[in-house]
């Protein structure tokens, strides 16, 4: 299974400021996707992310506020536009195909000050 | 709109004994269903698949189609099977976790 190295692991940044986050994956995948987890919970899909397509946001997420991009098959970044201390959280990102499962990048742990 | 439901957050089975999480979803097509796990300050790791029908480290889990059911069973649990073990479901192109099952192995 493909394995993905994501970056930045953590990060402080002040309010009202951006960071991109960037997952890069050791071979091709058709489908990419970007969680946020809150310590202790569950994982939220922001958004699906396709080589060739625009992202595809799920409720209650905009791509003015989390703007993705996915230039080729091994490859994606998520920016967390404006931040605020709402937005402290960790990111993830995920990619794989069909059944064989998909693998998940180490995460990256934004606090927001 | 498809959904994947972990009844239970917490869960404590001593060792040795049977374990059993529990994972029911609702789709009204063809499911693909994974259990994944998180140990402490790990990232998060595929354990099953339905579609490979496999053993991994003890677990198993059968897709029951009548009940909408995927849930993960092993028969005699072990400290290091210590873990948050989340069900998640692919269908209309995403990728969807429950709520997670933190599971806790009495020595």
């Known amino acids: 299974s493909a394995v993905i190295s994501q970056k930045p692991s953590r990060d402080i940044c002040q309010r009202g400021t951006s960071l991109t986050i960037q997952c890069q994956v050791d071979?091709?995948?058709?489908?990419m996707f970007w969680y946020r987890q809150q310590p202790g919970q569950s994982l939220t899909l922001i958004a699906t992310?396709?080589?060739?397509?625009?992202?595809?946001?799920e409720s209650g997420f905009v791509i003015d506020k989390f703007p993705i991009s996915r230039p080729n098959l091994t490859f994606s970044t998520l920016t967390v536009s404006n931040m605020s201390p709402e937005d402290s959280s960790i990111y993830l990102c995920?990619?794989?195909?069909?059944?064989?499962?998909?693998?998940f990048g180490s995460g990256t742990r934004l606090t927001v000050v | 709109a498809q959904r994947v439901t972990q009844p239970e957050k917490l869960l404590s089975v001593f060792k040795g004994a049977p374990v059993e999480l529990k994972c029911n979803y609702s789709?009204?097509?063809?499911?693909?269903l994974f259990w994944y796990v998180q140990y402490s300050r790990q990232r998060l790791q595929l354990l099953l698949r339905?579609?490979s029908r496999e053993s991994i480290k003890g677990f198993t889990a059968d897709l029951n189609k009548g009940e909408t059911s995927f849930h993960l069973k092993k028969p005699f649990a072990q400290e290091e099977d210590s873990a948050m073990y989340y069900c998640?479901?692919?269908?209309?192109?995403?990728?969807?976790f429950g709520t997670g099952t933190r599971l806790t192995i009495i020595p």
């Open positions: 998640a479901f692919f269908g209309n192109e995403k990728l969807t």
């Open positions: 995920s990619g794989g195909q069909g059944n064989y499962g998909y693998t």
């Open positions: 789709y009204s097509g063809s499911p693909e």
């Open positions: 071979s091709q995948v058709t489908m």
């Open positions: 992310a396709n080589q060739g397509s625009e992202a595809t946001y």
């Open positions: 339905h579609i």
